[in-house]
């Protein structure tokens, strides 16, 4: 497989605090990872230097093997634009929009032609079961129908790499599954790698491999195999205990 994320030695620090200290990492093309820690072991600060949104102090990040310290500010948005997609988990979503308007925004921002918008919007509204709520504001729809329309949003522009910051944080236990298991669903189908930060042990068990954070090192990491997903979320739960991680 191919390393569509490498870091060598990545450091951040925030004055004299240091919050990565030389994390050594590669994500595989198609993978899908979690990256779990208690609070401030630096999990939002690894994703945010990884997806070009804050710089790093030390070490390289490579992305679909360009250096990052290679490019400069115009290039590094133009490449979270066009190679990137996020599912936040407060949505941003925008009121005045339809849910069809908010999922195909990032492809009218590139001017993409309206044939091609709606035969990416087709194949996603059948994996994300969103067709009967693409004329309804987000106002008048669930949290989950809204998570859902955030990850349409995120995956329409074909991304390399799909961030997840705490998906599952705002939604029921219903609801997160359903998300969950579309998450999951859009990884297998598009092939589309993700990497999403969660405190939750269950969130994590849909991942194929789970990186812990702890102190801005990575202390562990594991992989599902063939384990299911109560399997490997039992083996999840046991490293937390051992590492001390926020659980929810």
Do not use: C
């Given at each position: 497989?191919?390393?569509?994320?490498?870091?060598?030695?990545?450091?951040?620090?925030?004055?004299?605090?240091?919050?990565?200290?030389?994390?050594?990492?590669?994500?595989?093309?198609?993978?899908?990872?979690?990256?779990?820690?208690?609070?401030?072991?630096?999990?939002?600060?690894?994703?945010?230097?990884?997806?070009?949104?804050?710089?790093?102090?030390?070490?390289?990040?490579?992305?679909?093997?360009?250096?990052?310290?290679?490019?400069?500010?115009?290039?590094?948005?133009?490449?979270?634009q066009?190679?990137?997609?996020?599912?936040?988990?407060?949505?941003?979503?925008?009121?005045?929009?339809?849910?069809?308007?908010?999922?195909?925004?990032?492809?009218?921002?590139?001017?993409?032609?309206?044939?091609?918008?709606?035969?990416?919007?087709?194949?996603?509204?059948?994996?994300?079961n969103?067709?009967?709520?693409?004329?309804?504001?987000?106002?008048?729809?669930?949290?989950?129908?809204?998570?859902?329309?955030?990850?349409?949003?995120?995956?329409?522009?074909?991304?390399?790499?799909?961030f997840?910051?705490?998906?599952?944080?705002?939604?029921?236990?219903?609801?997160?599954?359903?998300?969950?298991?579309?998450?999951?669903?859009?990884?297998?189908?598009?092939?589309?790698?993700?990497?999403?930060?969660?405190?939750?042990?269950?969130?994590?068990?849909?991942?194929?491999?789970?990186?812990?954070?702890?102190d801005g090192?990575?202390?562990?990491?594991?992989?599902?195999?063939?384990?299911?997903?109560?399997?490997?979320?039992?083996?999840?739960?046991?490293?937390?205990?051992?590492?001390?991680?926020?659980?929810?």
């Open positions: 497989m191919t390393a569509i994320i490498r870091t060598k030695n990545l450091s951040k620090s925030y004055g004299k605090i240091q919050v990565l200290k030389n994390i050594e990492m590669k994500i595989e093309q198609g993978e899908f990872t979690a990256i779990m820690g208690p609070s401030g072991s630096g999990k939002t600060t690894l994703m945010n230097t990884l997806s070009t949104i804050d710089t790093f102090n030390g070490g390289d990040v490579w992305i679909e093997g360009r250096s990052l310290l290679d490019m400069k500010k115009k290039a590094l948005r133009e490449f979270r066009k190679r990137m997609g996020f599912i936040f988990q407060d949505y941003n979503l925008l009121d005045t929009l339809t849910v069809k308007e908010n999922i195909l925004l990032p492809l009218s921002l590139q001017k993409t032609p309206v044939g091609e918008m709606e035969q990416r919007l087709t194949q996603l509204i059948e994996a994300l969103i067709e009967s709520i693409l004329h309804q504001y987000p106002s008048e729809i669930s949290g989950g129908q809204k998570q859902r329309t955030a990850a349409a949003r995120a995956i329409i522009t074909n991304p390399a790499i799909v997840a910051d705490e998906p599952t944080g705002a939604l029921d236990s219903r609801s997160a599954t359903q998300l969950l298991e579309q998450i999951q669903l859009l990884n297998r189908t598009f092939k589309t790698t993700v990497l999403m930060i969660t405190h939750d042990s269950y969130a994590a068990s849909y991942s194929e491999r789970v990186i812990f954070l702890r090192k990575i202390v562990n990491e594991m992989f599902k195999g063939e384990q299911s997903e109560k399997e490997f979320f039992d083996r999840i739960l046991t490293i937390q205990s051992a590492i001390g991680s926020d659980k929810r």
